[in-house]
Structures are given as C-alpha cells and as structure tokens.
C-alpha cells in the first residue's frame, strides 16, 4: 500500500430531495471494519423510520476491504453507486450510508443510482479530502506511578491518545505509523518497561 493515501478528516452531511424524497448522504473517517460497521449501525438506530439506509466502505486492511449493500433497493442501484463514489474519488478508511424517505415517486433504477451517487459525492465535499499517513492504533496500560511519565511523552509527541484512568491508566494511542516503534521504545525505557502494550 501507499504511505499516504485519501481520507476525510471528520464527519460530512449532505442533504437533498429528489421528486418527494428526501435524501441524506453520511460520510465519516473508519480506521478498522468494527468502526466502519459500528457507524453504519448507528446511523440505522438514528434513521430507523427511513425507508432506506444504504452503506458502502473501503478501508485499509490487508486486503482492502470494500463493502455495500442495496438494503431494500433494486439489485445494484444503490450500494454500487455510492461505492463507486468512493472508488473513483480514491478514498479510503471511509464509511458512507445514504439515507432516504421514500416520497412516493418511483425514480428507477437510473435515477436511485443518481442520487445514491450524489448523497456519497457530496457528503465527501462537506466532509473534505485530505491526504492521510498510514497510522498504527494501540493501548498502554500503566500504573498511576508511571502515568505521568507516558502522558508527558504522548504529549510531546504528535500522536492522538485518549486517557481512560480506572485502576490502571490506560492510553489509546493513534500514532503515525513510521513514528509507532520509537515511540513505544521510548515510552518502555522511560518506564523501565513497567508498562503494557495491546493491539500491536
């Protein structure tokens, strides 16, 4: 795989109707197929009384994962298209689903291909590309002693992290992956290795 590839860096929304429906395309940023899945989750609970809710992605595995389904619409009218949106824009770690309330109106199967199409391509306007770095994600867990040690490396460093503090800390660390080794070497030796890695 390429070092850096297209990605979007936040969430994008795009909203439009087409004869009485209403469409509302979705995008967001997806580092594993679990976040891809878990988006397209949450948007069915959210849109749950929508007719439709059409997801696709792409997203860096090995190999790379692509995925879409119709759900409910015509044989390849739906998750194709918004797939093929993220396909030629080159796009990937990215989850589309594009939402519709059925307005009464029967577009065919050229006309839902359209505007599945557009729900994607727009949310991925909204949302913006940008050219990301391959990133390594993992947790370390450490003692209270040694937590403001690792914190203070995670800080200075140019790495993601969220705290979770419980009995131990733990620090889920998003880290550009060419950097991901050094750091972790750097965090074992400034805590005499007193720590523990997960996901790597």
Do not use: C
């Amino acid at each position: 795989m390429s070092e850096t590839y297209r990605s979007v860096n936040s969430r994008g929304e795009a909203r439009f109707e087409i004869r009485g429906s209403e469409f509302i395309g979705h995008v967001a940023p997806a580092h594993t197929v679990e976040e891809g899945e878990a988006f397209v989750d949450a948007i069915r609970e959210e849109y749950a009384d929508a007719t439709h809710n059409v997801p696709a992605y792409r997203i860096r595995a090995e190999p790379l994962r692509e995925w879409a389904s119709d759900d409910g619409e015509p044989t390849n009218s739906a998750g194709k298209p918004a797939l093929n949106v993220l396909q030629q824009e080159n796009v990937e770690n990215v989850v589309a689903v594009v939402t519709r309330y059925y307005g009464g109106t029967n577009l065919g199967v050229g006309g839902l291909a359209r505007a599945y199409s557009r729900g994607v391509k727009e949310a991925l306007d909204d949302a913006g590309i940008a050219e990301r770095r391959p990133h390594e994600q993992f947790t370390i867990t450490a003692a209270y002693d040694d937590s403001g040690t690792v914190r203070g490396i995670l800080e200075s460093s140019d790495v993601e992290f969220e705290a979770k503090y419980e009995a131990d800390v733990g620090f889920a660390v998003y880290v550009p992956a060419e950097e991901a080794s050094a750091l972790r070497d750097r965090i074992r030796s400034a805590t005499s290795d007193r720590i523990s890695f997960e996901g790597i």
